[in-house]
């Protein structure tokens, strides 16, 4: 939620994963796009990632991993600031070989 290049991250995951890959506390729109927000944490100022669960899910597929659970995780919305309802969700993938 806080590297800019994601996609990259997504395929280096599925890359180094054995045989599966875990994505835990994954802020996520369910109807709504990738958004960028910049807020102050950790004592510098950040890029917080909310993602479109469709566009993380094609990224997720087209780097070789396939859903197998999704759970949700702990209450997160962002609708404050982007005026879209969030949430955090946890996946499970399976690495393809």
């Known amino acids: 939620?806080?590297?800019?290049?994601?996609?990259?991250?997504?395929?280096e995951a599925a890359r180094v994963a054995?045989?599966?890959?875990?994505?835990?506390g994954v802020p996520?729109?369910?109807?709504?796009?990738?958004?960028?927000?910049?807020?102050y944490a950790y004592g510098a100022p950040v890029v917080e990632i909310i993602f479109g669960r469709q566009e993380l899910m094609s990224l997720c597929e087209a780097a070789g991993l396939s859903l197998e659970r999704a759970w949700p995780g702990?209450?997160?919305d962002v609708?404050?600031?982007t005026?879209?309802?969030s949430a955090?969700?946890?996946?499970?993938?399976?690495?393809?070989?």
Not at 1 to 11: E, L, N, P, R, W
Not at 88 to 97: H, N
């Open 1 to 11: 939620m806080h590297i800019i290049d994601y996609q990259a991250v997504i395929h």
């Open 18 to 24: 054995a045989r599966y890959c875990v994505f835990h």
């Open 28 to 39: 996520v729109f369910r109807d709504y796009r990738t958004t960028f927000l910049t807020k």
């Open 74 to 76: 702990i209450a997160y």
């Open 79 to 81: 609708y404050e600031a």
């Open 83 to 85: 005026g879209h309802h």
């Open 88 to 97: 955090t969700e946890t996946y499970l993938f399976s690495a393809r070989r």
